[in-house]
């Protein structure tokens, strides 16, 4: 039977509607509008688009949305010192540097440099420490997500069998970590993994984050199972543009898995959303609100 398909858009979109609620009531209630800063080095395309979304989408949820855009070659010490500035702005409750940087660039001493309260990334070294600590946190908006569509299928991930392919700072390491919150058994799987098809015969959950195109494939896939696709990776296409596909290989596996996200249209449109969800718990904090209720 074919899965069921996890419609990243529909839940993406309600969440951002949830945050527009409590954005609303905390301006009402508090007089606080949270605020989130981009920086943006440089002119990749591919960024460009991100950043345009998250602008967009910010300005929709009722925030002060900050656009920062440095040309290619700036010096390190010129992004620094607007990391600085935001970092005292009152009115900046989150800052997002986009990734990645250019080489000339430090990318760790960036984002060290950022005020972990305003870390809406989730990538300075004391929220990744809170988190892997099992503390309160903020934490990466892709692994965020994640969670939230398999608690679409799930209501509860405790006890559930876990295999998550992929450890980069950004999404794999995380997700173990937000995984391990919920209570579920984690296995870590990376690209040197042996024999990924048996590791991945006991999992009830399957997490594909290795930015290999279609890697994951349906003899790998215990039937039922509920398989996240984090991957973006465009591949030339027969009409000469790029086409997108991600980590799994779809159309099999869809054969197979219980429930799955489409490359488009799954966990990419929630990294956005849950951007919005932690500048407003950073702005709720930063004033000594309660958390939200999202
Ligand atoms: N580039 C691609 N995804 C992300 C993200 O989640 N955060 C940042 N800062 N850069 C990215």
Not at 225 to 250: C, E, M, Q, S, Y
């Amino acid at each position: 039977m074919a899965a069921r398909i996890i419609d990243g858009k529909v839940i993406a979109s309600e969440l951002r509607a949830r945050v527009a609620d409590e954005v609303a009531r905390v301006q009402r209630v508090h007089g606080v509008t949270p605020g989130l800063a981009v920086v943006l080095v440089g002119s990749d395309p591919a960024s460009q688009v991100y950043v345009r979304s998250k602008h967009k989408q910010t300005q929709a949820a009722g925030m002060a949305s900050f656009e920062h855009v440095l040309p290619a070659d700036v010096e390190q010490i010129e992004l620094l010192a607007l990391i600085g500035k935001l970092n005292r702005d009152p009115g900046v409750h989150g800052i997002l540097v986009q990734l990645p940087l250019p080489k000339s660039l430090d990318t760790e001493a960036v984002i060290n440099a950022i005020d972990p309260a305003k870390d809406v990334d989730g990538l300075h070294p004391n929220n990744a420490g809170r988190l892997a600590g099992g503390f309160a946190a903020l934490s990466p908006c892709t692994p965020l997500g994640c969670i939230i569509l398999t608690k679409s299928v799930h209501a509860s991930l405790e006890g559930l069998n876990a295999i998550v392919i992929g450890r980069s700072n950004l999404v794999g390491r995380p997700l173990v970590q937000l995984l391990l919150n919920e209570n579920a058994t984690v296995t870590i799987a990376h690209s040197r993994s042996r024999d990924l098809a048996q590791l991945c015969a006991r999992a009830d959950l399957v997490y594909g984050a290795v930015g290999r195109p279609e890697m994951v494939r349906a003899d790998w896939i215990k039937p039922g199972a509920t398989v996240i696709d984090v991957g973006i990776n465009r591949l030339p296409g027969p009409d000469g543009k790029d086409r997108l596909v991600g980590d799994v290989a779809f159309a099999e596996v869809s054969e197979v898995a219980g429930a799955i996200t489409p490359v488009p249209g799954g966990v990419g449109q929630m990294t956005v959303a849950c951007l919005l969800v932690n500048t407003l718990r950073a702005a709720c904090a930063i004033h000594g609100l309660a958390k939200p209720a999202v």
